[in-house]
């Protein structure tokens, strides 16, 4: 080792040398014999020289603790004051063990509490993780991990992915040999960890969580379920007419966020970017599906607020256009079901309903063919926004209805048809579809179409004419969609002839003839065993939707 030295000294191997350490401790060493450069009287000179070990009876150590008192004659004592009983004098507590592979390490299946925080006392223990006092927690890891806590009353609710617990806060439970609990004692901080019947818990979507006063709602997407936890324990919401929707629809979404409105009393459910399902407890029931879909919500003071993009939107503004959310307008729908005598087919002639304003078409002149339509009527000068009819449909076939007319405090309006080609869906046995004749021959200039015998008296103008040809032994295949194509609408009738405005196709003589009845115009009821019809509103007002209602006739039983 080198030394540097700043005084006249000469070093002569086996002079002993005293090396102070910045903890106060000394250590006691011996040059070599022979190991140095001796005799060098030059100050501020560095010379390199060997120390060697020095070991037994012969080392010489002082300590940078004293673990006595001398009193100079010989005498020790090892106690403060060298009064009996008093504490020894000792160098305290000494490590004896080291970590090995020392890590982070993330607890999935426990807690771990720190010490109290009172601060009328002044105490603040927030920062305190004393292991050698029981500050930890475990959980059964077949529940699988924590993913939320929720402080209730005096419990601590812990969400898993698989089990929802119940842990005892401040005090521990005695239980009888039924397992009911008979006694509980001020003991551990946490104490027992009771489950909730039900092998439900909240997978891994801790942002579906959400309290309002002694309810909470969370979703279960492993197991397809919305859950409410209440005073009666867990209950499966979802199964409240909902049950195969959110069993197919919660796996679709990578987020599941969940909130309360308070303005409504409603838990609302957004999955990832589809849609939003509000939960009512007063009906006991799913309500609605919404068009916005938030990054967070939250009610303050009795209003509800989303997030989208890292701005806040208050719902319920009156200042705002109704159906309006983010800037982006959507029309309102509801749906109903019309099923009276539910055995027997029935025939829907009408549909009125009870609400508010229903939406008016402006009366417009418009051109048929080579016919001038003119509507006479005076309650359409002006177009209106309101209730209309999107689709009404039954098992058997579809209809329209694009607005209402107010008849003794109720909209009412009369079913019509709906155009549609002959598809694969199309029922050949129903009565609007009609078979002419074979094709005697055609005007392909006039777009006229000439038979034998006389014309099906059901044909009408604006019905739609289609041919299939035979094929070549003259016999018809079976009428299907994929080879019967489309001529043109019937603009005249005569008595053996048809003429279509714009052809499409071009038929040949001896095709088969057939037409499609003009729905709009000759359908005056639809024919099923139910009917169902989605009411839409489009406009930014207050609109009300009280009752729906239909005249039906039955048809069959």
């Known amino acids: 080792m080198a030394i540097t030295y700043s005084t006249n000294v000469t070093i002569h191997g086996g ?6 350490r910045p903890d106060g401790s000394v250590v006691h060493v011996r040059i070599a014999p022979g190991g140095a450069n001796v005799g060098s009287t030059i100050a501020n000179h560095s010379d390199t020289f060997t120390i060697e070990a020095v070991s037994g009876h012969n080392a010489k150590h002082v300590l940078n603790w004293n673990n006595c008192y001398s009193f100079g004659n010989g005498v020790e004592s090892n106690r403060v004051t060298d009064t009996f009983n008093n504490p020894y004098v000792t160098p305290g507590v000494r490590v004896s063990t080291v970590f090995e592979d020392y890590k982070e390490e993330h607890r ?19 920062n305190q993780f004393i292991q050698a006092e ?10 699988g991990s924590i993913q939320k806590i929720h402080a209730r009353d005096t419990d601590l609710v812990t969400l898993c992915e698989d089990k929802v617990l119940k842990i005892l806060a401040n005090k521990d439970a005695v239980y009888n040999a039924d397992g009911n609990p008979q006694l509980t004692a001020n003991i551990n901080v946490l104490g027992q960890a009771i489950p909730f019947v ?7 979507n801790p942002e579906s969580f959400v309290s309002e006063a002694y309810r909470s709602y969370f979703t279960d997407k492993q197991r397809g379920t919305v859950m409410r936890l209440s005073r ?4 499966p919401i979802s199964e409240h007419g909902m049950k195969d929707w959110f069993r197919d629809n919660l796996k679709l979404g ?8 308070d303005r409504n009393d409603e838990y609302n459910i957004t999955i990832g970017n589809q849609t939003t399902v509000s939960f009512k407890e007063d009906v006991k029931g799913w309500v609605s599906f919404k068009s916005f879909m938030p990054e967070n919500a939250i009610s303050c003071a009795n209003n509800y607020f989303t997030i989208l993009e890292g701005k806040l939107y208050e719902h319920y503004n009156e200042n705002v256009d109704r159906n309006t959310f983010y800037n982006t307008y959507a029309d309102s729908s509801v749906s109903v079901i019309l099923n009276d005598i539910p055995g027997s087919v029935k025939s829907f002639h009408t549909l009125d309903y009870e609400g508010s304003q229903s939406k008016i078409d402006p009366n417009q002149n418009t051109i048929s063919g080579s016919n001038l339509a003119i509507d006479n009527s005076y309650y359409n000068l002006r177009g209106k926004s309101g209730w209309y009819v999107d689709n009404i449909k039954t098992d058997k076939q579809e209809g329209s209805l694009n607005e209402f007319i107010e008849k003794e405090g109720k909209w009412f309006n009369y079913i019509k048809g709906v155009n549609s080609t002959i598809s694969e869906e199309t029922d050949f046995g129903a009565f609007n579809i009609q078979g002419i004749g074979i094709l005697e021959s055609f005007d392909p200039n006039a777009a006229t179409l000439n038979f034998a015998n006389n014309i099906n008296t059901s044909l009408q103008i604006g019905d739609v004419i289609y041919f299939q040809t035979p094929n070549h032994n003259s016999i018809f295949v079976t009428i299907a969609s994929s080879n019967i194509l489309e001529y043109g609408v019937v603009i005249d009738i005569q008595k053996q002839s048809i003429t279509v405005d714009t052809p499409v196709n071009t038929p040949a003589v001896g095709d088969y003839i057939l037409f499609s009845k003009n729905q709009v115009v000759n359908m005056s009821s639809l024919l099923g065993y139910y009917a169902k019809a989605t009411f839409k509103n489009n406009s930014t007002h207050k609109a009300e939707l009280f009752s729906v209602n239909s005249e039906i006739t039955e048809s069959s039983k």
């Open 232 to 235: 009666d324990g867990l209950t």
């Open 108 to 126: 999935k299946y426990g807690l771990i509490y720190s010490g109290l925080y009172n601060g009328i006392s002044s105490t603040n223990n927030l």
């Open 15 to 20: 002079d002993w040398l005293k090396i102070t």
């Open 254 to 261: 990578n987020k599941l966020i969940g909130s309360y409105d």
């Open 134 to 143: 029981k500050i930890t927690k475990d959980i059964n890891p077949i529940y």
């Open 198 to 204: 039900g092998e439900y818990g909240i997978s891994k």
